[in-house]
Each structure stands twice: as C-alpha cells, then as structure tokens.
Antibody, heavy 119, light 110 residues
Framework: EVELVESGGGLVQPGGSLRLSCITSGFAFSSYRMNWVRQAPGKGLEWVANINQRGDEKNYVGSVRGRFAISRDNANDSLFLQMNNLRGADTAIYYC????????????WGQGVLVTVSS | QSALTQPASVSGSPGQTVTISCTGNTSDIGDYDAFSWYQQHPGKAPRLIIYDVINRPSGVSVRFTASKSGNTASLTISGLQAEDEADYYCNSYTGDRTWVFGGGTKLTVL
C-alpha cells in the first residue's frame, strides 16, 4: 500500500524557516517525480514545487522561488521542503504527492502538515 | 501563471447530472493534455478522479467523466449522489515545468 507521511510543520515567525519531510513507502520512490502542494485555510489548492527522479531538476511556483528548496533522498524514500524567509501568505496545509502513472495527476497524497506563519 | 477559472459553486439533486467547467489559456489547457481533476471532502486530502484529461484511476466511479476542447475542460458527474458533495479542482501543466490549479468549485447536492 502506498503511504506518504508528512512531518515538520508548526508555528514559525515571519522570516523564519521550517523543513518539511515526507516519508514514503509502498512504491519505488526513486522512479517517480514528487510534488508539494499547499492549501491555505479556507482556500484552494496551490502547486508549490516538484522534483525529478534524480533530484537534479526542480521547479517552483513563482511565489516561493528563491525561498523554498525541494530535495529528496532516494536511499531513504524521503522528500523534503526547506522553507526560508517565511511569510504569512505561506500559512497552509502542505501535502506531498506522488503522481499517477500517466502524464498528469497526483494520485497519492499524504495527510498534510500545517504550517502557520505568525508573530 | 494565473489560476484556472472554475465556477465557485454548482448544485444538483440526487440522480441528476452536473458539469463543472475549467477555463485556461492556450499556454496551459489549450496546448497540453496533462490535465487532471480532484475531489476534496472537508478536512481530507484531495483525491485524484481524472488524469490525462479523460482517464479514471482505479476505484473511481464511472459516473465521473471528463473532456477538453480548446482552452476549456469539463468534468461531468452523472447520477448525482450525496457523497459527491465536495470541492472539485482542475489542474493543468503550464508549459514551463510548472502546474496550476483552478480556484475550485463547491458542489452541493440538494
């Protein structure tokens, strides 16, 4: 069974940093691009970042580029999101996601982790 | 990249058919078939219901069908059931290695 479990969320002050982790199991992690998607309270979904299988291609939504860094550890089936210079607008539930076997779609999602940026 | 445009809400009675639209640009929906739909119940993670424009993952009801024409995609839910009441989101590749979601549509089953 595919499983994704996020951790590392919490309350942080504006300008602070957090590192999210996503531990996966049940599939060949190194064979899939991986994604982070977030959802602000009461708002819609926003794609944040993805990383290719080898970890040498990383893509970001404009609002986090230069502040967030996605990475992965294929030896330990883990995905990470380093978030720096956090802003109030970054307050959200952050989900990690594994794509489908097609060209599009995130088929498997973690339960999400809440990040709150507030003083 | 702006969010794709979805109606804020749609509604229907049990047994009816509803359609949710998603409008983008030639640079996203219009140019690529990398397009998907999600269902999200309150307090839950999203669930993929359509990928690659028209395909259903294993376990998704055949009552969910989808299509795309030009810059607009559509999700159709037939035989509406109470359990279909949820938020629905579309998602498209944008062509610059990034992805964009629609703003979401709240489906109410009357």
């Amino acid at each position: 069974e595919v499983e994704l479990v996020e951790s590392g969320g919490g309350l942080v002050q504006p300008g602070g940093s957090l590192r999210l982790s996503c531990i996966t199991s049940g599939f060949a992690f190194s064979s899939y691009r991986m994604n982070w998607v977030r959802q602000a309270p009461g708002k819609g979904l926003e794609w944040v970042a993805n990383i290719n299988q080898r970890g040498d291609e990383k893509n970001y939504v404009g609002s986090v580029r230069g502040r967030f860094a996605i990475s992965r550890d294929n030896a330990n089936d883990s995905l990470f999101l380093q978030m720096n210079n956090l802003r109030g607008a970054d307050t959200a539930i952050y989900y990690c996601g594994r794509p489908s076997r097609g060209f599009s779609g995130i088929e498997h999602w973690g339960q999400g982790v809440l990040v709150t940026v507030s003083s | 990249q702006s969010a794709l445009t979805q109606p804020a809400s749609v509604s229907g009675s049990p047994g009816q058919t509803v359609t949710i639209s998603c409008t983008g640009n030639t640079s996203d929906i219009g140019d690529y078939d990398a397009f998907s739909w999600y269902q999200q119940h309150p307090g839950k993670a999203p669930r993929l219901i359509i990928y690659d424009v028209i395909n259903r993952p294993s376990g998704v009801s055949v009552r969910f069908t989808a299509s795309k024409s030009g810059n607009t995609a559509s999700l159709t839910i037939s035989g509406l059931q109470a359990e279909d009441e949820a938020d629905y989101y579309c998602n498209s590749y944008t062509g610059d290695r990034t992805w964009v979601f629609g703003g979401g549509t709240k489906l109410t089953v009357l």
